[in-house]
């Protein structure tokens, strides 16, 4: 299965806020952390729209990924 994937926590944040479930984190940089999403046919344009300042998301939920995010990050936790 083709995957998506990112280092960037605030995108991770964003396709967690639409809906998409992560894959798995890969922790083999003990630089940062890589989350992994399933490839949909339109993660990709839900990236660029929110590079773009096009995309809309509950802003709420959102942080509240975030801090989920960064749990796992910084505790392991998934």
């Not at 952390?33 to 660029?48: A, C, H, L, Q, S």
Request: with cysteine; aromatic share 12%.
């Amino acid at each position: 299965m083709e995957t998506y994937e990112t280092t960037d926590i605030a995108v991770a944040s964003f396709l967690l806020t639409k809906g998409d479930k992560m894959e798995d984190v890969d922790r083999t940089d003990v630089r940062r952390v890589k989350f992994i999403f399933p490839m949909r046919k339109d993660t990709n344009e839900d990236v660029k729209n929110f590079w773009a300042y096009k995309a809309e998301v509950c802003p709420l939920t959102f942080y509240q990924k975030l801090r989920e995010l960064k749990m796992v990050v910084h505790c392991g936790k998934e």
